[in-house]
């Protein structure tokens, strides 16, 4: 089972609104992504988790906040947003010492 | 600076015949390559991956072909399926220090048209 699961599969947002996108993997991966991608654009890596803890944060704007609460659970806190930052959030992980990273089938991020 | 370069934006392949995806990278330090496939709305899928310690890896119709020296790598589909039809993306990794797991960085994508 390489599952990893996100929701919600779509979110709408006003720039003034506070939510969350969650993320979950039972495959024992302690190693865990979140990246953002824009249509016909690569994905790109927002912020890193290793055993729990923030390891990377590539230059991400404060109003994305990430959350890691156990070694099963990614939590990325949105708030105060622009319209730019509509795109498809993805959530992945991989063991910490493999090399496959495995992807979720994303969040739609739209911000009004 | 983009370390990980899909040139041809674009394929289109008659079925039954073989597709050819190519990849170049500029990072030596990247020790593992990957292939994923993307279709619209969905995250990506992983296809099949390389070690930096073998030049080629075979599962069922895909086969992942890397040339170190070249820094070039490239995805085989034979035969193709109309099913195959998706964005392709080569993605390069490297083991991150201190036990911060490995960190990809994605080319841009090819296109895969499979014609029936």
């Known amino acids: 089972d390489t599952e990893v699961t996100q929701t919600p599969k779509h979110l709408v947002m006003g720039m003034t609104n506070k939510k969350s996108l969650k993320c979950e993997q039972h495959?024992?991966?302690?190693?865990m992504y979140w990246y953002k991608q824009k249509a016909k654009k690569p994905p790109e890596l927002m912020f890193v988790?290793?055993?729990?803890?923030?390891?990377i944060n590539e230059s991400v704007p404060s109003r994305f906040s990430p959350e890691c609460p156990n070694s099963s659970l990614l939590n990325l806190h949105l708030h105060a947003l622009q319209p730019e930052d509509s795109a498809l959030y993805l959530c992945?992980?991989?063991?910490?010492?493999?090399?496959?990273?495995?992807f979720g089938e994303g969040s739609w991020l739209t911000v009004v | 600076d983009q370390q990980v370069k899909q040139n041809s934006p674009s394929l289109s392949v008659q079925e039954g015949r073989i597709s050819i995806l190519n990849c170049d990278y500029t990072?030596?330090?990247?020790?593992?390559f990957l292939w994923y496939k993307k279709y619209p709305a969905e995250g990506p899928t992983f296809l099949i991956s390389?070690?930096?310690?073998?030049d080629k890896n075979e599962d069922g119709r895909f086969t992942v072909f890397l040339n170190k020296s070249a820094k070039h790598l490239s995805l085989h589909i034979v035969p193709s399926q109309p099913g195959d039809s998706a964005v392709y993306f080569c993605?390069?990794?490297?083991?991150?220090?201190?036990?911060?797991?490995?960190?990809?960085?994605f080319g841009g994508g090819t296109r895969l048209m499979v014609k029936p």
């Open positions: 992945a992980s991989a063991a910490m010492f493999g090399n496959t990273i495995y």
């Open positions: 495959m024992g991966h302690r190693a």
């Open positions: 988790y290793s055993y729990e803890k923030l390891s």
């Open positions: 990072n030596s330090m990247f020790d593992y």
């Open positions: 390389i070690s930096s310690i073998k």
């Open positions: 993605a390069a990794s490297r083991t991150l220090y201190n036990n911060a797991g490995n960190m990809l960085t």
